[in-house]
């Protein structure tokens, strides 16, 4: 099985031992620009899973978009020595490593102090997604940033990384050359095609020269931005037919989206509303047309999909980059026949993309040691064996079993409902969502290879304490529903998890109050507006969704609105009175007033369930809390606390 994923494949001069590689994705791993400790930790537990080759971060090359806290300098000589481990790390697992160059030109949401810096782009055409205004780059500028390119693609071939990728996709500083609605330039870099296609063409002609012809040279290529003013797909193909016929390029890598708008934007981090494997088509295009080898990457998270793309011949090399953030081991759990053992990614934007948006290096809500490598990344066995009993499965308190029983514990997991899972089951119910399921799925396999012995239907009391008599307890009984604590007087007032089960049926006219500004408010309004009803979702935030991670949050706004359900921001949950529903604007203090209310559905704050206080009031008896059980947060710190749990036992 797999086998065409195993085979290997040469990129210009350099092979690599099989079909999927790491693509590039910023870490936030890295420090004042250069590659720390725990980056290399980071790419070699990946190279060390398998992958045939990893493609680092987006390094970038000029001043005007130097940024060193958020992105790895090759600008510099100092970023030689440090990618030059990173590389010899990888290369004894058998990995080889490239490096990607880029610059965002107006894309620029980053400052050095907290004042906006200048941007620099082919025109001064405002971009749509940071509101930026761009200085127009003097022709003598633009040189300048082309040998900035080919000294910062000597730097790696210094470092003797063994290839260098040049980012010419995703709407950055390369594709606003490209793109005639961006580059308004009259001179040699302006104007018809070949003139907007030239600052490219000299970039790659440039950095061939300084690195010659022993190292891999590729190009990451957009064909669909997926927003309007995005730079047609047949442009784009034509332009990789040019650089093919200049004799430079050894790989085309191509990627979905843009940077310049959040339409566009959405689909370079595509979340799990966005089909699996949707570039996969815009590769097979671009293949037809160039002899080079073409890389694929986008929502690819499962082995069969990666051999489905491969095998039907639209791409020669698949891309997984979230999937490896939650299972760095995917590729030798495929080519060892133990599949069914990969962590699947389910798409949900949280702890990866989340994470490095907010400058926290990237991590996954399944797999917490990813981005922890040197903290959590090599387990100790339990010096002595203990008895464990786990009340509770959701994931915090699956994730505690599985690390306590791979230490050498001997772990009960007593779950009351007959599916474990706990509010991922609920998530998971809501339109669009199932994947997220894949977290349950996930766990229990990891609860089989662990050996943790599992009990549904099981409530803990007395005497079944005292039947398993274990040494210690944890308790992940995680958090209830609640109301919150206004008057409501003739007229219904229910909380949606009830409403997600199914529990309850609304009246035609809702009103949402979503304090939380989750998953849930956005996925009850999506629910009943397409089971018909009218609804009104008023949040306690500045937008609906403000606690979610902002690519899936916007997209599923978009969703909302299609749906026609109203948002209104900033509300304070007043109470209601006869069908009428008062909220108070958050800054303004005006009363915000909703009539003709048949059902309000509350997405307010869960608590903690104190169901096994007493338990912790047993003399002599171990016992930790883990998860919502301690107070209500997110699966993310879930599973981290459950990791970490599990570990000091
Ligand atoms: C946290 C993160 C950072 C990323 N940074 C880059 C980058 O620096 N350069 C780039 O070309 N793509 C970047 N990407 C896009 C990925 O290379 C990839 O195309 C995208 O994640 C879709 O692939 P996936 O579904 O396998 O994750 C990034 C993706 C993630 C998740
Ligand atoms: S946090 Fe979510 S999207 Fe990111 S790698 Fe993990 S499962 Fe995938």
Not at 156 to 161: K, P
Request: some cysteine; glycine content about 10%.
């Amino acid at each position: 099985m797999y086998e065409q994923l195993l085979q290997p494949l040469d990129l210009g001069p350099i092979r690599v031992r099989n079909r999927i590689f790491n693509p590039p994705h910023g870490t936030s791993l890295s420090h004042q620009g250069v590659v720390t400790d725990d980056l290399i930790a980071y790419h070699r537990s990946r190279a060390r899973g398998g992958v045939g080759l990893i493609i680092m971060e987006g390094m970038t090359v000029h001043p005007s978009y130097g940024f060193e806290e958020s992105f790895l300098y090759a600008g510099s000589d100092r970023i030689i020595e440090g990618l030059n481990r990173l590389a010899q790390s990888c290369r004894a697992e058998g990995t080889p490593v490239f490096g990607q160059l880029f610059h965002a030109g107006r894309g620029v949401r980053l400052s050095h102090d907290g004042s906006r810096p200048l941007s620099y782009s082919a025109s001064d055409v405002p971009d749509e997604r940071y509101r930026v205004v761009p200085v127009p780059m003097s022709n003598e500028m633009v040189w300048e940033f082309i040998e900035s390119y080919a000294d910062a693609a000597e730097r790696l071939a210094q470092a003797d990384l063994d290839g260098v990728e040049i980012l010419a996709s995703m709407g950055y500083l390369i594709p606003q050359f490209l793109n005639p609605e961006t580059n308004r330039r009259d001179d040699e870099f302006g104007g018809d095609a070949e003139g907007r296609m030239r600052f490219l063409r000299e970039i790659i002609s440039h950095s061939r020269a300084r690195i010659g012809p022993g190292k891999t040279l590729g190009v990451r290529v957009t064909l669909d931005e997926k927003t309007d003013k995005g730079l047609p797909a047949l442009d784009m193909i034509e332009i990789c037919q040019i650089l093919e016929a200049d004799g430079h390029v050894d790989y085309f890598s191509v990627i979905s989206g843009s940077s310049a708008a959040p339409d566009g934007w959405i689909h370079v981090f595509p979340p799990m509303s966005v089909a699996q494997g949707f570039v996969a088509d815009d590769a097979a295009q671009l293949k037809q047309a160039v002899t080079k080898p073409v890389l694929v990457a986008g929502r690819i998270n499962q082995p069969q999909l990666a051999d489905e793309v491969l095998t039907t011949g639209k791409a020669d090399m698949v891309g997984l980059a979230r999937a490896l953030i939650a299972d760095p081991e995917f590729v030798n759990k495929m080519a060892t026949g133990n599949a069914d053992d990969i962590r699947a990614c389910v798409g949900c934007n949280q702890a990866c993309v989340g994470h490095r948006l907010a400058h926290f290096p990237v991590s996954c809500i399944q797999n917490p040691v990813s981005g922890r490598e040197r903290k959590l990344g090599e387990m100790e066995q339990a010096g002595v064996t203990k008895k464990i009993l786990v009340i509770g499965g959701g994931p915090a308190g699956m994730k505690a079993a599985v690390t306590a029983a791979e230490r050498g514990h001997q772990v009960e997991l007593h779950e009351k409902n007959a599916r474990l899972g706990g509010q991922v089951n609920l998530a998971e119910a809501l339109p669009g969502r199932a994947e997220f399921g894949g977290v349950t799925t996930n766990l229990e396999q990891e609860l089989r290879q662990a050996r943790v012995s599992v009990v549904l239907n099981s409530q803990i009391d007395d005497s079944a304490l005292r039947d398993i008599a274990p040494d210690h307890v944890v308790i992940a009984t995680g958090a209830d529903t609640r109301l919150p604590e206004v008057e409501v007087e003739g007229i219904e007032i229910i909380d949606a998890w009830s409403v997600i089960r199914g529990d309850v049926k609304p009246g035609n006219n809702v009103v949402i109050a979503d304090w939380s500004c989750d998953w849930a408010g956005l996925g009850v309004a999506e629910k009943l507006a397409r089971a018909g009803h009218y609804v009104r979702l008023l949040s306690s935030g500045c937008v609906a969704g403000e606690s979610i991670q902002a690519i899936v949050r916007d997209q599923w706004i978009g969703v909302l609105h299609q749906l026609g359900v109203e948002m209104i921001p900033y509300a304070r949950f007043y109470g209601g009175v006869d069908g009428s529903v008062f909220f108070q604007h958050m800054t303004g203090g005006e009363a915000i007033v909703c009539e003709g209310v048949d059902t309000i559905v509350s997405c307010y704050a869960s608590q903690a369930n104190r169901d096994c206080d007493w338990i912790e009031a047993i003399e002599g008896l171990t016992v930790w809390r883990v998860g919502d059980a301690v107070s209500p947060r997110t699966v993310e710190e879930a599973v981290l606390e459950g990791l970490q749990l599990g570990w000091s036992i």
